[in-house]
């Protein structure tokens, strides 16, 4: 049932991320989301049964998963960190991370050729956790995942108050406390390797319930966190595009007013070229032309009463945005990333 709403839990985060796909530039996170889906799905017992058998019945099945598992790990991990950090250096190539997840990789592989097993089982590590080279097996996997998710958390909660959006703040707030369940799991994982090696079963199983909830903890607060900034991203285009229907609406009356009398200030004199212009463009265009028609002939300005003057200045406060006279390009290039 855990494997059920893990896997339920990061598809879903899946599916909050394809909508940005054609205008996200980065896809990092998508592409690790779908790896670590697919290392959960994989883990689902009905699935395991269903694919193993095909493959010899040997449990092959089981390193595929964590294998993908790791990979998918490994460049989330990068993703958020690039995102998170302000300097540039963290953007190039990552050959130290990329030799540690291959050694990972193969530690995995041979460890695993040295497990006894016999026929599927979708318990593999309660059957064959007595075994050394399975206890091994295990924490090389879990070991490096703590590793990796350590550095995560620390990274999200050292560099989140630099995040000017408030949206990015709490996303890597809750994926700062996800990774924290994440290292409890990892924990958790190698206490059960130790009693599963020593024959201590009840006090094993004793462990099971919480490490079921730091599970289910993990995956919850990670995607939670991961999914907060493109869906915030949505809701403010959303909120942008009403906001600008509005103002180009109200501006249109205004810049009719002022520009009828004083067409030589207009950019473009063709009416329907300007409505072929997205709303953004028309706002700016149509307020660079009123402001350009009150300062060659300041007598206009007589025509507009409050409503318009509020319209201008609403106009113009929009066009300035919160966060183009503060927020260095860089910053914004990096929050994209997730």
Same mark, same amino acid.
């Given at each position: ?50 694919? *193993? ?20 790990? %490994?460049?989330?991990?990068?993703? /958020? ?15 130290? +991370? ?20 016999? +026929? ?54 809750? /994926? +700062? ?15 059960? *390797? ?7 079963? *009840? ?6 319930? /919480? ?27 959303? !909120? ?9 609406? +109200?501006?249109?009356? /205004? ?62 406060? %929009? ?12 910053? !914004? ?6």
């Amino acid at each position: 049932m855990i494997q059920v709403v893990a896997a339920v839990l990061i598809w879903l985060l899946v599916i909050c991320l394809l909508p940005g796909i054609r205008v996200r530039r980065d896809h990092s996170v998508l592409t690790a989301a779908i790896t670590i889906s697919v290392a959960l799905t994989l883990n689902i017992d009905q699935v395991y049964l269903s694919l *193993d058998p095909a493959l010899g019945g040997r449990n092959f099945v089981d390193p595929l998963a964590n294998v993908s598992m790791v990979v998918g790990i %490994y460049f989330l991990s990068r993703a /958020i960190i690039r995102a998170a950090r302000p300097d540039e250096a963290i953007e190039k190539r990552d050959r130290a +991370g990329m030799i540690l997840l291959a050694v990972v990789i193969v530690g995995l592989a041979a460890s695993f050729s040295a497990i006894v097993t016999q +026929g599927s089982s979708t318990r593999f590590m309660v059957d064959y956790g007595d075994q050394w080279s399975a206890a091994l097996y295990s924490s090389i996997q879990f070991g490096y995942i703590g590793y990796v998710v350590s550095v995560t958390g620390i990274t999200c909660f050292r560099f989140r108050g630099d995040m000017l959006r408030p949206y990015f703040r709490t996303a890597f707030t809750c /994926i +700062g406390v996800g990774c924290s369940f994440a290292v409890l799991l990892v924990l958790l994982v190698l206490v059960m *390797d130790i009693l599963h090696l020593q024959g201590r079963l *009840d006090a094993m199983r004793s462990v099971s319930p /919480i490490y079921d909830a730091a599970v289910v903890a993990a995956m919850a607060f990670l995607c939670v966190g991961l999914a907060i900034p493109p869906l915030a991203r949505r809701v403010l285009r959303h !909120r942008d595009s009403v906001t600008e229907e509005e103002l180009v609406s +109200g501006l249109t009356k /205004i810049w009719e007013k002022t520009t009828k009398k004083r067409q030589d200030v207009r950019l473009v004199r063709d009416t329907e070229m300007i409505r072929r212009l997205d709303r953004a463009q028309k706002l700016h265009r149509m307020l660079v032309e009123v402001q350009d028609a009150l300062l060659v002939e300041p007598s206009l300005g007589s025509s507009l009463d409050i409503h318009d003057l509020n319209v201008l200045n609403a106009a113009e406060n %929009y066009l300035a945005g919160p966060f183009v006279r503060q927020v260095p390009v860089r910053r !914004r290039k990096r929050e994209q990333a997730i």
